[in-house]
Each structure stands twice: as structure tokens, then as C-alpha cells.
């Protein structure tokens, strides 16, 4: 496989969030002004919706009618916009802290949102319990809540399997769990947890980071990703392995993961499956290595091609086809002269994609 970057366009802010058409014609980007900003990938024609996030704007998620846009954000909260008026339609209070990620049931009818602070809730700097359900669930046509589901904060990451029945979400401790959405009991169906995703600190200052940032179910929906950072002596340093690893989920049993050598160091923050279902993307922030984006085999799990960006790639999204890879995009500002205004920090980038 052969990406191939085509286009770029700037967003005037930082982009943490992306949701695309099918054929990836429209793009949405969610960013740090607490906007969300349509991007038409053909020409790089922006336009702003009219509500605004009071924080970050964290994520994004386009229903299947593309009609409706939903956002989440550090605020807590998630909005519901008319893509066509760019107007709000409905505002929802889903957390007290930040939204870290959303996740769209693939019928449309379920968006989940996670959040969590990580407190320590003692003298080994365990996180503090939750003070409110790290996990949460709505009905994409009402708004109304779901389901509510207990985790471990901070959780940073969820994904919904491709029968739209089972949410997994994982948090900073490598601790994943999956529920059933459509049982009343509320109880996780499996939870495991991998020490390959955590640090503890102990060079700068006592307390544990990293975590898993994305997660992916496969095609079959027979097996869960996740990626992020391995252990690092310094974790404030942020130079940890780059990593992922397949577990069936049913069991947590783990299936593979990264292969020795074919990785560098940093944080990885998003997967996605080609639609042949066989390969899956994996890219990130890069802070020792050759890449920080790479697809790898669906098969056996080795790395097949690999690119550095130069940037931090948040998001990631395929087009229907496999012709076409959508991304969001962080850049660094570079030296900035003390009047004067900061330069765009965002991208909408567009790869060809050569099977």
C-alpha cells in the first residue's frame, strides 16, 4: 500500500476531532477554539457552524443521513448541528469535566461519550474513583440518555463493534471494557488490562500517564485494537514506544501486537481499517523514529509502509472506496515574534491511497 498526500488545507486552529462523508468529499473538523469548521476537500472551502464549544472541541460524528453533526468537548457537552443551516439544534450537558472522545453506533442511533480526571486517590497514585459515570451513551434522534457505564478516569478512548451492539472503552491504565448497549444490567460482558500502554513517573514528579487513545474494532467485529504509548523512564519526556495491540475481546486475550523493529517512539492517537479489511492504519506524534503514520498487515500485524508527516495526525478516516485517506492535523507554530499574530495550526489533509 502507497499513501500519497494530495491536498492541505489550513484551519485556522488546532484540529483534535474529524468526521467525513462516506466518499470524503465534506470533512468536519472539531478544534482547540471550540469550533467546528466543513471543510469541501475538493476545493479547501471552510466554513464555521454557528455554535461554538465554551473549551476545546474534542470531537466530532456525522449520522449516516448526513444531515446531523454531533460535537463533543472539554466543556462537557455535546452539541447537535444542522449541516446544511450550520445552526445548533440541541445542546446536551454529558459531563461536568471534558469530553475526551465520541464514538457513532455504525446504524446511527447511539453516540457515547467519555470523560474522567485523573486525581490521585492515594499515596501510590492510583486514580481517584469516579465522581461521575465515565461513560455515557445517547439516542442520536432525541438526545435522550441511554446508558450510563462506571470505568476507571480518565477514559480516553471508545469505539462501538460494526453490529453496532457492544461499546468498548479503555482508559489512562490500559484498562478496556466492553459492554452489550442492548442489556439493562449495566454490567461490562469482558475488561482486561495491558501495563504496555501506562508510565509511572517518578524523574519530574510522582504519577502515572499515558493510556490508550484509540481504539478500533475489526471488520468481522471478532477482535479489538487499541493503540498509544509503551512505558518510558521519563514519561513526561513523552518518548514512549509506539504501540498497538489486538485482543479478542470476548476473551481479553491478546492476539498480537507491534513487531520489534518496526516502530519509534511517541504517542499514537488513532487506527482505522481499510475497507479491504486488510490492512489497518495507525499514526500519531512522533518523537524519535522514521514515521509517525504506517499501515500494517491485517493479517499477521507487520508493517507494510510508513510516512513521517512532519505533524501530529489526530484522526484518520478512509474513504468508502479505500481510494482516498482523510486526516486532522496539529502543526507547530513555529517562532512566533512577540505583535504578532499566530499562524494557522490546522490541517485537513487528503492522501491518495495505492492498494
Known amino acids: 500500500m502507497k499513501l500519497t498526500r494530495t491536498k492541505q488545507y489550513e484551519i485556522p486552529f488546532s484540529v483534535l476531532g474529524l468526521a467525513t462523508t462516506p466518499d470524503g ?27 461554538k464549544h465554551t473549551s476545546y472541541a474534542s470531537g466530532c460524528v456525522l449520522l449516516p443521513d448526513g444531515k446531523t453533526l454531533i460535537s463533543g468537548g472539554y466543556d462537557g457537552t455535546l452539541l447537535w448541528h ?14 461536568t469535566f471534558w469530553s475526551w472522545q465520541l ?36 439516542d442520536t434522534a432525541s438526545g435522550a440518555l441511554l446508558a450510563s457505564y462506571p470505568h476507571t478516569p480518565p477514559v480516553l478512548s471508545c469505539a462501538f ?11 489512562m491504565l490500559g484498562e478496556v471494557r466492553v459492554w452489550d448497549v442492548q442489556a439493562q444490567d449495566g454490567k461490562p460482558v469482558s475488561q482486561w488490562t495491558s501495563p504496555d500502554f501506562t508510565s509511572w513517573g517518578s524523574t519530574k514528579s510522582h504519577h502515572y500517564s499515558g493510556g490508550i487513545y484509540g481504539l478500533v474494532f475489526s471488520p468481522d467485529g471478532n477482535a479489538l485494537l487499541g493503540c498509544g504509548m509503551g512505558p518510558m523512564v521519563d514519561p513526561m519526556a513523552g518518548n514512549g ?25 511517541g504517542l499514537m492517537e488513532t487506527l482505522a481499517f481499510h475497507p ?32 513521517d508527516s512532519k505533524s501530529r495526525l489526530t484522526h484518520a478516516r478512509f474513504t468508502a ?13 513555529g517562532k512566533v515574534k512577540p505583535g504578532q499574530p499566530w499562524p494557522a495550526m490546522g490541517r485537513v489533509q487528503v492522501y491518495s491511497v495505492e492498494v
Open 103 to 138: 464514538a457513532l453506533s455504525p446504524d446511527g442511533k447511539r453516540v457515547a461519550s467519555v470523560t474522567g480526571q485523573y486525581l490521585a486517590g492515594g499515596w501510590k497514585y492510583e486514580p481517584a474513583a469516579e465522581t461521575e459515570p465515565s461513560v455515557r451513551v445517547y
Open 161 to 171: 463493534s460494526p453490529d453496532s451492539r457492544h461499546l468498548a472503552a479503555a482508559n
Open 241 to 265: 514506544k509506539m504501540t498497538w495491540q489486538r485482543w479478542d475481546w470476548r476473551s481479553g486475550k491478546r492476539i498480537d501486537q507491534i513487531k520489534d523493529g518496526q516502530h519509534g517512539s
Open 82 to 95: 444542522d449541516v446544511t443551516t450550520r445552526k445548533c439544534t440541541r445542546e446536551v450537558k454529558a459531563h
Open 321 to 333: 472506496d479505500g481510494k482516498n485517506l482523510v486526516t486532522s492535523v496539529i502543526v507547530g507554530p
Open 25 to 51: 468529499a465534506q470533512a468536519y473538523a472539531a478544534c482547540m477554539d471550540g469550533s467546528v469548521y466543513a471543510v469541501d476537500t475538493a476545493s479547501g472551502r471552510t466554513e464555521v457552524f454557528e455554535k
Open 276 to 307: 479491504d479489511g486488510k490492512h489497518f492504519l495507525m499514526a500519531g506524534r512522533q518523537a524519535q523514529g522514521t514515521w509517525n503514520v504506517a499501515v500494517f498487515s491485517g493479517a499477521d500485524g507487520s508493517l507494510v509502509t510508513s510516512l
